[in-house]
Each structure stands twice: as C-alpha cells, then as structure tokens.
C-alpha cells in the first residue's frame, strides 16, 4: 500500500513534489502516467491523440489501480484518474493529498505553448474550467489538501513531510 498518494490538475507540481517527498520519506515514486507512457511505448500526449481520451482513460484507471496495489512508496496520478469512479473508491483506503493550486500558478508552470492535449485552445481558459470541474472531486478523495500557490516544490514537500509524519504517529 502506498506512503501516499499526490491528486490534484497539471500544474499543481504532482511530479515535482511527489519525487521531493518520496526522497525525504525514504521511498520511491511511482508516477501513473509514466507507467502508461512506458506500458504503450508512446507519450500521454501521443495516446490522446492517437486512440481518443476514452481509451486513455480506461488505460490509466488500471494503470491506478496497480499503481494503489503495488507500490508502497509515493503515487502520483495525472489530474484525470480522479473522474474514474472505480478510482475514487480505490482511495479511500489510502492516504491522499491534494495538491491545489489556482489558474495563475497553474498556467505558468504548464505553460500557455503546452503540448497537452486537453489544453488545446485556449489554455488559460482550458486550465481554468478544469479546475472549477474537478476540485470538488479533489476533495471529496483527498485527507490533506495543501495550497502551492507562490510556493517552491520544496516547501511544499517539506509540510507534506511533516503533516504526513503527524498523521501517522495519530493513527
């Protein structure tokens, strides 16, 4: 079972603060989309493209579930697998943070160029609708919720280090 699992939107730092904390717990991290990316031979973006987001998304909620049944370090999910109901059932059983961050940070760590394919268009206003559409889902999985807004990945890491650490000595 995993240490921790990392939900939240792109541009929320999953990726980055997922490796920090799995450092500093002494773990290693497991990042879903790379275990999709690595399973098909070809990037996320390549597979939205190629074989539509339907497919995607039954790819990466068995790819979430491995993830929950295999790996006992950190997971870090792409900011989708919480629409998978099959997946919000799998983390209640686990210790889930949500990474929050608003459209301004969001935006600039994606970047407006970014070749993600849900992105398409407008990414300021793709980013934003995401956002509004997915937080309550966010929430309703999450056991902590940690703003990173104007915060380094570090930081960020090093609260969830501490806050996981005072979790587990109350458990």
Do not use: C, W
């Amino acid at each position: 079972m995993p240490a921790v699992v990392l939900v939240g939107p792109m541009g929320a730092g999953k990726s980055t603060v997922g490796a920090l904390l799995a450092s500093r717990l002494g773990v290693a991290l497991r990042d879903t989309d790379e275990d999709i990316a690595a399973a098909a031979g070809k990037s996320v973006q390549d597979i939205f493209v190629d074989e539509g987001e339907a497919h995607f998304r039954a790819v990466e909620a068995e790819a979430v579930a491995a993830a929950l049944a295999e790996h006992d370090g950190v997971v870090s999910l792409g900011g989708g697998s919480v629409l998978a109901e099959q997946t919000q059932i799998l983390l209640k059983e686990h210790t889930v943070i949500y990474l929050r961050v608003g459209v301004a940070d969001a935006v600039k760590r994606v970047g407006l160029g970014s070749g993600r394919p849900l992105l398409l268009g407008n990414v300021r206003g793709r980013i934003k609708a995401l956002l509004e559409e997915r937080a309550p889902i966010y929430e309703s999985v999450a056991t902590i919720v940690v703003d990173t807004d104007g915060r380094s990945a570090d930081d960020v890491a090093a609260e969830l280090a501490t806050a996981l650490t005072a979790l587990n000595t109350t458990e």
